[in-house]
């Protein structure tokens, strides 16, 4: 069992950031794959970014591509997402999510994932 919560959300205007964290309990992080989505009103929920169990691979999807970054503190038992430049169409509930594996590969749909935080809300506007 893996317990996760999300931190860091909050009003913020265009252009501006924010960083997110993901702090897990109940088991340590070492071969868990993990995931940042996102969820706006009247929207289905959406991969953001993963990184793998060995820091070997990331993804981003191509709307966040070059403005998120996703890291992992194995030590601390945390996952951040930097948010830099952000839109209004970056408002949304931002959630975590992890899932066991052992390959260096992470995959970032939704079904995918087994264990998922409460969520943090992110809005951006001026």
């Known amino acids: 069992q893996v317990q996760l919560v999300e931190s860091g959300g909050g009003l913020v205007q265009p252009g501006g950031s924010l960083r997110l964290s993901c702090a897990a309990s109940g088991s340590t992080l070492d071969y868990y794959a993990i995931g940042w989505f996102r969820q706006a009103p009247g929207k289905e929920r959406e991969g953001v970014s993963c990184i793998s169990s060995s820091d070997g691979y990331t993804y981003y999807a191509d709307s966040v591509k070059g403005r998120f970054t996703i890291s992992r503190d194995n030590a601390k038992n945390t996952v951040d997402l930097q948010m830099n430049s952000l839109k209004p169409e970056d408002t949304a509930v931002y959630y975590c999510?992890?899932?066991?594996?052992?390959?260096?590969?992470?995959?970032?749909?939704?079904?995918?994932?087994?264990?998922w935080g409460q969520g943090t809300q992110v809005t951006v506007s001026s």
């Open positions: 999510a992890t899932y066991p594996t052992l390959k260096r590969l992470c995959l970032y749909a939704v079904r995918e994932y087994d264990y």
